[in-house]
C-alpha cells in the first residue's frame, strides 16, 4: 500500500514541512511486513530546501517522527 503524506514540525522561530510517501505491505503468517519512506520535498516556512541539506542536517532529528506520523496515519 501507498501513502503521501506531510509532517510539519513547528518551532518557535519556523516551521519544517516534509511531503514524503510511505509504502508498507501488512504482516502475514512468518512474513513480518515491510515499510519504506522516501521523503519527496522539504521546506522550512514555504521555501523548499535541497534534499541534500535536509538528509545532511534534518534527517536524522526528524526520522523517528515521520514514522510515527506515518504510522498514525495508516
Given at each position: 500500500m501507498k501513502l503521501r503524506a506531510t509532517y510539519e514540525k513547528v518551532e518557535k522561530d519556523y516551521t519544517l514541512s516534509v511531503d514524503y510517501t510511505y509504502f508498507w505491505e501488512d504482516a502475514e503468517g512468518d512474513y513480518l511486513g515491510m515499510h519504506?519512506?522516501?521523503?519527496?520535498?522539504?521546506?522550512?516556512?514555504?521555501?523548499?530546501?535541497p534534499l541534500e541539506f535536509y538528509y545532511d542536517l534534518l534527517h536524522d532529528k526528524v526520522e523517528d517522527d515521520l514514522n510515527e506520523h506515518a504510522k498514525n496515519l495508516t
Open positions: 519504506e519512506l522516501q521523503v519527496t520535498e522539504a521546506y522550512v516556512d514555504s521555501k523548499t530546501i
